[in-house]
């Protein structure tokens, strides 16, 4: 029994023994913490002393500066220039007031107790704030002709890391332009006439609120050249297609010549013969056949009225004398002249004899 109760108490003591023996440590460590900028970051170790005695602690923001430092049983004790700035809270928590963006960084704290234990732990601020578009660019230009190559960059300050996202600032869809959201690029690639316009950048980290701004992109194009060409051709290629269909109608050939082009012209008339076969040769035979009986006509009766009337003022008695025989055929062709001879035959023409012969006379003497 003694033998048992001695062993028990050795190994409570041992145990106890064993217990103050083992090393103070931490029982929690801040790691990474994030506040945003103007407010309150809060650093919180906790430790296990397992009975030994803290002698001295301390703060510091790496790579070197001590902020802030405690002595046992002592205040906190900033150091020079860091008063206001950093307090201590707790067992071993470190706040860090007025936040601003160069308070981001790696804090450590350094506890050293009388058993010769050190405890060393780092922890990680991240400082947060709204991000600030800093600059909007396109590469190559933001004129660009169409058909080529455009990225629109938006770049932003601001922790955490923005997400970025395009759109047209009318609203209308960016078509096969290709946004990354991280990157904060918008690509265009063959560029589009109707790609020209506004374009905004949003940028949002879930600090604040998003932060946008617009960028113009023109996109130029060959002016009236590129469509006016094809249209002649486009055209022509009209007035081919009723080609076979009117074989046998006249009236859409007429309707190519109201078009009054020469090509639609020249290859109408290739469909009339064909169409018109029949009634085209008959009419044509028919209309030479007037106009060589109308020129035989013609020239019949030109044949005997300029002939006599060539050599009128020397024969006019001959004339008067042939004029018996053929009273007709003058009387036809002067129709005015013929009733009037007809009365005075006689005299108007011996009148005119004798008026044609005296000057005649006059102008053989002369
Ligand atoms: C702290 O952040 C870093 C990167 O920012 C990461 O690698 C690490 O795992 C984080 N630590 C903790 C404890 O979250
Ligand atoms: C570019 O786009 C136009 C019309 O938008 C298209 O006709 C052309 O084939 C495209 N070129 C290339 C190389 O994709
Ligand atoms: C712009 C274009 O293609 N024009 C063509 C129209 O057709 C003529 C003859 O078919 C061509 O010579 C032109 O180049």
């Not at 009318?170 to 063959?190: I, K, Q, R, Y």
């Not at 249209?231 to 009054?260: H, I, L, Q, R, W």
């Amino acid at each position: 029994m003694a033998g048992a109760l001695f062993a028990g108490l050795c190994l409570i003591l041992s145990c106890f023994l064993g217990g103050s023996l083992a090393a103070p440590s931490f029982t929690s460590e801040p790691g990474n913490v994030t506040a945003e900028v103007g407010g309150t970051a809060l650093l919180e170790w906790q430790m296990n002393d397992d009975g030994a005695s803290q002698l001295f602690e301390i703060w510091r923001k790496l790579p070197s500066a001590g902020l802030i430092q405690r002595a046992s049983g002592g205040d906190a004790e900033p150091f020079a220039g860091y008063e206001g700035k950093f307090e201590i809270e707790g067992v071993a928590t470190l706040k860090i007031l007025n936040l601003n963006k160069e308070d981001a960084g790696q804090y450590e704290f350094q506890a050293t107790y009388d058993d010769s234990t050190v405890l060393d732990s780092i922890a990680t601020l991240i400082v947060s704030y709204q991000p600030t578009i800093t600059d909007v660019t396109a590469s190559p230009a933001s004129n660009v002709m169409e058909g080529d190559d455009l990225t629109l960059t938006c770049a932003a300050d601001g922790v955490p890391a923005p997400t970025y996202t395009w759109t047209k600032s009318d609203g209308s869809p960016l078509g096969t332009a290709v946004a990354d959201t991280a990157a904060g690029t918008l690509t265009f690639t063959n560029i589009s006439r109707d790609a020209t316009g506004s374009y905004t950048c949003s940028a949002d980290n879930g600090v604040g609120d998003a932060q946008t701004q617009d960028i113009a992109v023109a996109v130029s194009y060959p002016t009236t050249a590129a469509p006016t060409t094809p249209t002649p051709n486009v055209t022509m290629k009209m007035t081919d297609a009723p080609t076979p269909a009117p074989s046998a109608e006249p009236k859409p050939t007429g309707g190519m010549k109201t078009s009054g082009k020469p090509g639609g012209r020249g290859r109408g008339a290739k469909p009339q013969k064909g169409g018109l076969g029949t009634g085209a040769i008959v009419g044509i035979v028919l209309g030479l056949l007037a106009l060589f009986i109308t020129i035989a006509v013609g020239a019949y009766c030109a044949s005997k009225r300029f002939g006599p009337q060539q050599e009128k003022k020397p024969d006019v008695v001959t004339f008067t004398k042939a004029e018996e025989n053929e009273a007709e055929p003058l009387k036809n062709k002067d129709p005015e002249n013929p009733p009037e001879k007809s009365d005075d035959k006689d005299t108007s023409i011996i009148k005119n004899g004798e008026m044609e012969d005296v000057p005649l006379k006059n102008a053989e003497e002369a």
